[in-house]
């Protein structure tokens, strides 16, 4: 019997060197583990001893004895990357990385922002040195986008705040919710009071689809949609036209299929989760009942993952659809799938696409239907959208590379909501530099960079540092980067010690920030949103406004 890794992985590598046999992979010294889809376990030299399940943080692996229906494919999905990836192996024992010399006395660092990017990046800091971090986020809660951006119906990817929650039980890190970095307190002030600062403020805003109509009542980005059913305070009173029977959701990453699972789930299921409470009331009157995902490349360059389009196939009273016209492939697109050295990732996510193209449909279900090779070039309709004009695209060879471009023939779906989901970007950070093509704080290895020199003090981590790449779990490797740096300037001497202590930053940010909110603040908002949640089977009931959630702060 093996282990088996499964559709939630994280990717944050926890489970690597725990395996006591070696034989999880890639590893994050691999070049595959940045492209990589999930981790995965190889079935013949597993020992069957659990190690990585106490390790994994979001519950994503199991016995194959224990797979349910749903998961049972990843046994041969693990299998499968071993066949292309033969299991050579010169483990030797991680090392443990050094910790600066007592005498430096304790590291005081600043982290902007608390999702999932900062918290890992806490979290090495804390086993790393003998450190203080004050952890600033503008929200009231901490957790980013694993409380504001996982989908609820994926409560086990959630999971990974809990390993958090237990890595910052100590006093050595304090929160300070509800505190904007740039109007509460500067830049310059964080730099008096620690030693070094990390930003780690994700990608705020999306991209832009630049056609006629994008900006129509009814055309939204799908991060504010996916804001409002987390239940996020700043679009907790948006409101989205659920009135017709189609959506069509413009991309087709995973954030795409999150969208069109929770458009067409039965919100029966979803008042199982932590679904925002005026999002599940609007899902219940929804009319929706098809949802068009559009991407403008071909079935092999879908930008979701297999493990998440082979999840929809479980979906109880919904269909995929797929037109097994798009599925015809160019010939260079056929060579890559013919390639006996090609991932088998890939060749997974083209063989779904199949089997879902050859699913007789039940008239009676929801549909969830996949068209590729489609760009918008408008969204229609008047005083609100009304629907989406797209060209159908084909797929040409550029330098090497495939790009679609845009045939004389059009298309037009009527649709009530469009939604655009075609990638993040970040924002410039005050007083920081910033790169605006790539949407980044311009750095090397995390360390900010300004007119060619390194700004002493000042780090990035997360999408911020990288771009919008990679999923949860991506963020521990980057964060391991930047905190390396960081430690290593600090045993260099080129850290300025603080002007203020940890008193003395307490005493400001009472003066100049009344509501923040501390650890026993966001304890009593944890608190409360389980037990509202405990009577109706729910992991918890989310406070949406900040009133809300600061009452509950002072409760």
């Given at each position: 019997m093996a282990y088996v890794i499964t559709q939630r992985c994280c990717n944050d590598a926890s489970c690597v060197p725990e395996c006591p046999v070696d034989c999880i992979r890639p590893t994050p010294e691999q070049p595959e583990f940045a492209t990589t889809e999930q981790l995965y376990?190889?079935?013949?030299?597993?020992?069957?001893?659990?190690?990585?399940?106490?390790?994994?943080?979001?519950?994503?692996?199991?016995?194959?004895?224990?797979?349910?229906?749903s998961l049972a494919r990843f046994r041969d999905i693990n299998a499968t990357y071993f066949e292309r990836h033969p299991l050579e192996s010169n483990f030797d024992p991680l090392v443990t990385p050094a910790r600066p010399p007592k005498e430096l006395g304790t590291l005081r660092v600043a982290i902007v922002g608390a999702g999932p990017a900062a918290c890992y990046a806490a979290d090495e800091l804390l086993r790393r040195a003998d450190v203080e971090v004050e952890m600033f986020?503008?929200?009231?809660?901490?957790?980013?986008?694993?409380?504001?951006?996982?989908?609820?119906?994926?409560?086990?990817?959630?999971?990974?705040?809990?390993?958090?929650?237990?890595?910052?039980?100590?006093?050595?890190?304090?929160?300070?919710?509800?505190?904007?970095?740039?109007?509460?307190?500067?830049?310059?002030?964080?730099?008096?009071?620690?030693?070094?600062?990390?930003?780690?403020?994700?990608?705020s805003t999306d991209r832009q689809l630049g056609v006629p109509g994008e900006d129509l009542p009814g055309s939204h980005s799908a991060t504010e949609f996916v804001a409002w059913y987390n239940g996020h305070p700043d679009y907790a009173n948006r409101s989205f036209?659920?009135?017709?029977?189609?959506?069509?959701?413009?991309?087709?990453?995973?954030?795409?299929?999150?969208?069109?699972?929770?458009?067409?789930?039965?919100?029966?299921?979803?008042?199982?989760?932590?679904?925002?409470?005026?999002?599940?009331?609007?899902?219940?009157n929804s009319n929706i009942r098809e949802v068009v995902v559009l991407g403008r490349r071909g079935p092999l360059q879908a930008a979701y993952t297999s493990p998440e389009f082979l999840a929809l196939g479980y979906l109880k009273g919904i269909d995929v659809i797929v037109d097994p016209a798009d599925l015809e492939l160019d010939p260079e697109s056929r060579a890559l799938l013919d390639d006996p050295e090609v991932e088998p990732s890939l060749q997974l996510k083209y063989q779904l696409a199949q089997e879902y193209a050859a699913k007789e449909p039940n008239p009676s279900n929801k549909r969830i239907v996949f068209r590729y090779l489609a760009s918008p070039t408008a969204v229609t309709g008047t005083d609100k959208a009304e629907g989406v004009e797209?060209?159908?695209?084909?797929?040409?060879?550029?330098?090497?590379?495939?790009?679609?471009?845009?045939?004389?023939?059009?298309?037009?779906?009527?649709?009530?909501?469009?939604?655009?989901?075609?990638?993040?970007?970040?924002?410039?950070?005050?007083?920081?530099?910033?790169?605006?093509?790539?949407?980044?704080?311009?750095?090397?290895?995390?360390?900010?960079?300004?007119?060619?020199?390194?700004?002493?003090?000042?780090?990035?981590?997360?999408?911020?540092?990288?771009?919008?790449?990679?999923?949860?779990?991506?963020?521990?490797?980057?964060?391991?980067?930047?905190?390396?740096?960081?430690?290593?300037?600090?045993?260099?001497?080129?850290?300025?010690?603080?002007?203020?202590?940890?008193?003395?930053?307490?005493?400001?940010?009472?003066?100049?920030?009344?509501?923040?909110?501390?650890?026993?603040?966001?304890?009593?908002?944890?608190?409360?949103?389980?037990?509202?949640?405990?009577?109706?089977?729910?992991?918890?009931?989310?406070?949406?406004?900040?009133?809300?959630?600061?009452?509950?702060?002072?409760?």
């Open positions: 376990i190889d079935p013949d030299t597993c020992i069957d001893c659990g190690a990585c399940v106490d390790a994994c943080p979001v519950e994503a692996i199991f016995s194959e004895d224990d797979l349910t229906a986020d503008r929200l009231p809660t901490p957790w980013g986008l694993v409380r504001a951006g996982v989908a609820p119906d994926h409560p086990g990817t959630k999971t990974v705040s809990s390993m958090f929650e237990s890595a910052f039980r100590r006093e050595t890190l304090q929160y300070h919710l509800n505190v904007e970095v740039g109007n509460h307190i500067s830049h310059d002030e964080l730099l008096s009071h620690h030693h070094a600062v990390i930003y780690a403020v994700g990608a036209d659920l009135s017709g029977e189609r959506a069509v959701v413009v991309g087709n990453g995973n954030v795409a299929l999150d969208v069109a699972r929770v458009l067409t789930l039965d919100p029966d299921e979803l008042a199982k989760t932590d679904i925002a409470d005026y999002a599940l009331d609007a899902l219940r797209f060209a159908h695209n084909e797929l040409v060879s550029e330098d090497g590379r495939l790009i679609a471009r845009a045939t004389d023939r059009t298309e037009t779906l009527p649709a009530s909501l469009v939604l655009r989901s075609i990638g993040y970007r970040g924002e410039p950070v005050a007083e920081l530099p910033f790169d605006d093509r790539a949407g980044t704080v311009p750095n090397e290895h995390g360390r900010v960079v300004a007119e060619g020199a390194h700004l002493p003090g000042v780090y990035v981590s997360g999408w911020i540092k990288r771009g919008p790449r990679g999923v949860i779990g991506s963020n521990r490797v980057d964060a391991q980067e930047t905190v390396e740096r960081l430690i290593d300037d600090f045993t260099a001497g080129k850290l300025a010690a603080p002007q203020g202590d940890r008193a003395a930053l307490k005493a400001l940010l009472g003066q100049r920030q009344p509501d923040l909110v501390d650890r026993e603040g966001w304890k009593a908002i944890d608190t409360a949103e389980r037990s509202a949640g405990k009577s109706g089977g729910r992991p918890r009931v989310k406070f949406t406004t900040r009133d809300d959630l600061l009452k509950a702060a002072r409760s």
